[in-house]
């Protein structure tokens, strides 16, 4: 009898589902069907009697995580999916870290930063070594320490390499190596790990701890990896290490959508799989079931201009579609009129919703002569930038102080909300909280709270004393209320005794319902969060109660790239960047300012990897289009306030 998994695959995707059994490279064309291959390549698996336990599969986002697992629930009978490692690869390994993060000197119940705690303590620091903060930018340094750590450049490794030490003076940040070194030692001293050092880390307890590191050999029997071509070092090197023994790894990926270079992306991770492992077998899934043979067409016609790529020949069997137009306007503004009713004309005449199509530019500041155009017409759009839901001031307050509550050593989160809402608690006092706790060693939660306990005869102290009382107090309340009480009434707890509710209700401003929503939106979170959580095995064992710890990971660690779960909900046109569409597919898609040193971007066109990266962004592009897609340029272009002249892009002519 047949699998009924095989049935309704073509012949490419069949034939990379099952040789499960050995190393695979599945290059995977735009629109190909790559999910279902991975998804059925596991589900048979499974059904071929591996053990789910055995499997580790990776993703970069959590909803293409949660859409791979239950797609495999409906392919498995029983709970067997259930049992899979299956999940981005910064949550997986903040898992795994959890376990064994004692053993490389962090906290089991360690904090995980985000981009704002990160630049928040980098501030800190740049102003304690009395460095120019014109200079030293937090979004500079912050970049640079990711690339460093991406690279798996430690501090010590970065002070003793001389070549750094002439770069980041050539870039007039001399000290950067210093600010590095410093910052990690901080986020050590109070329990917390960035993004980046979920990987970072990984790799220095998988190379530190030979035990830890067998453990999971023996454990992860079958690696497979999505989007590989968007893996960077850290991660193409944990998968090289987990796999060592038995070289079963499968990744799938398309190299010519590797667009995300700038994140530490390496495009030679999928471009020399082969070299890694000799013994793969390359399946390729050349058929396009998303676009017309038109678009295809156009696409392959653009990407073999690249050098550095994998040699195929992706079809469509679908209609021919519509030729690829090109509008040419004299200005951007003209530009944006053109396209706008180009596509008001279009969506009428097809009596479309306005979520069918969507505006793509190369950066974020060309979306503001398209809203105007937009506006004018009353058409509804919506811009997709991506600023998440846990980006917004009140949510992160609310975070603030549970992270507190679960790790005192949190001094970015203390600083936060020790005097928020307002508790007479000013800079001053702050600073010399700061100062107390650097001289007994202690994080700035334990300074208070040992000071608040004890006889104090100095009066500075007195005063800091009288300030923060309440506040100790509160943190020690919650910190009981977390061990008695359930998710959600612990939430709750937080949110009114913090005071932040009662702030919201007394402000009676569109701004303050908005904030109420969003608080009530995050409480609904944690319920929600600990009725999944309760109908979850993993690894074969029932998980218990759902732990504060556990939902502040998962919030944590939404990334960007789940954002763009409701671009498209509603019945607006979106409008986004390039970078911000990869994954997302449209029925009609305009492609705007296609002009020398806009797109192609100047800087990249500076060298020839930069070149072809831009080409592979376009062929992105390109290929989110289901039905038509519209490219236009205009002859001149406001920059910096002047008016220039500029020449249509040399992709244009490719096609």
């Known amino acids: 009898m047949e699998s009924p998994i095989l049935q309704g695959l073509n012949p490419a995707q069949r034939a990379a589902v099952e040789a499960y059994d050995s190393a695979s490279l599945i290059i995977a064309g735009a629109g190909s069907g790559k999910t279902r291959v991975l998804t059925s390549r596991i589900a048979y698996m499974i059904e071929q009697k591996v053990d789910p336990k055995n499997i580790l599969a990776l993703t970069f986002t959590n909803k293409a995580a949660e859409q791979m697992r239950e797609r495999i629930r ?49 501030k ?14 937090p979004n500079t340094i912050a970049s640079r320490i990711s690339q460093a750590k991406n690279a798996l450049v430690t501090p010590g490794a970065y002070l003793a390499n001389s070549a750094h030490a002439t770069e980041d003076r050539r870039a007039q940040i001399p000290e950067f190596g210093n600010i590095y070194n410093l910052y990690c030692q901080r986020c050590k001293h109070n329990g917390a ?95 396009n079931y998303r676009s017309t043979r038109t678009i295809v067409e156009a696409a392959n016609s653009v990407i073999v201009h690249n050098s550095r790529r994998m040699e195929k020949r992706c079809f469509s069997e679908g209609d021919e579609g519509e030729k690829i137009r090109v509008l040419k306007a004299y200005t951007d503004r003209e530009e944006a009129e053109l396209v706008v009713q180009d596509l008001r004309d279009k969506v009428r005449a097809t009596g479309d919703a306005w979520n069918e199509a969507a505006i793509l530019y190369r950066t974020n500041n060309q979306s503001q002569a398209l809203e ?60 010399r909280i700061a100062q107390l706790a650097a001289e007994r060693g202690v994080s700035m939660w334990e300074a208070v709270d040992a000071l608040v306990a004890e006889p104090v005869s100095d009066p500075v102290q007195r005063t800091i004393v009288r300030k923060v009382a309440e506040f100790v107090a509160l943190i020690r309340s919650l910190s009981l209320e977390r061990e008695q009480k359930g998710l959600y009434d612990f939430g709750m707890e937080v949110a009114s005794r913090s005071g932040i509710l009662a702030l919201f209700r007394r402000e009676n401003s569109p701004e303050a319902t908005s904030a109420l929503d969003n608080i009530e939106e995050l ?87 930069g070149f072809e990266e831009e080409r592979r962004l376009f062929y992105v592009a390109l290929t989110r289009a289901k039905c038509s897609a519209v490219l236009s340029y205009a002859e001149m272009r406001f920059k910096w306030g002047n008016m220039e002249f500029s020449r249509p892009s040399c992709f244009l002519r490719e096609i």
């Not at 064994?100 to 303590?121: Q, V, W």
């Not at 800190?124 to 930018?137: C, Q, R, S």
């Not at 944990?238 to 796999?243: D, E, K």
Request: glycine share 6%.
């Open 523 to 609: 409480l609904n979170s944690m319920q929600l969060f600990k009725e999944q959580r309760d109908a979850e095995i993993r690894g074969g064992e029932e998980l218990g109660e759902a732990t504060v710890e556990e939902w502040l990971q998962s919030v944590t660690l939404t990334t960007d790239m789940d954002k763009k779960e409701d671009a498209g909900d509603d019945d607006k046109v979106t409008l986004m960047t390039v970078h911000s569409a990869k994954g997302l597919e449209f029925k009609y898609v305009y492609i705007v300012g296609m002009e020398e040193n806009l797109f192609p971007s100047q800087r990249a066109a500076e060298s020839p990897e």
């Open 74 to 122: 409906q392919m498995v009978p029983g709970r067997k999916s259930r049992e899979l490692f299956m999940g981005t690869f910064h949550s997986i390994f903040a898992r795994i870290l959890r376990t064994d993060a004692e053993r490389i000197g962090f906290p089991a119940n360690f904090t995980i930063y985000d981009a704002s705690d990160a630049k928040n303590l980098i």
């Open 124 to 137: 800190t620091i740049v102003k304690e070594l009395n460095l120019a903060d014109d200079k030293y930018k």
């Open 372 to 431: 105007e155009s937009l506006r004018r017409r009353g058409i509804p759009y919506r811009i997709y930038k991506g600023a998440s839901f846990y980006d917004r001031k009140e949510i992160k307050d609310m975070l603030a102080y549970i992270r507190l509550v679960v790790n005192p050593r949190d001094d970015e989160a203390f600083r936060r909300i020790v005097n928020y809402p307002a508790r007479g608690i000013g800079d001053t006092t702050v600073l």
């Open 193 to 287: 790990m960035d993004f980046d050092d979920l990987l970072l880390q990984t790799n220095i307890l998988l190379r530190d701890c030979p035990d830890v590191l067998e453990r999971y050999q023996e454990q992860f029997k079958y690696i497979l990896v999505d989007e590989y071509q968007d893996t960077n070092y850290a991660q193409y090197i944990i998968v090289r290490r987990l796999s060592q023994h038995h070289g079963k790894v499968c990744v799938v990926g398309d190299d010519a959508q590797s667009i995300y270079s700038f994140r530490g992306a390496k495009i030679e991770n999928i471009l020399s799989f082969q070299r890694d492992y000799p013994e793969a077998k390359v399946f390729k899934l050349e058929q």
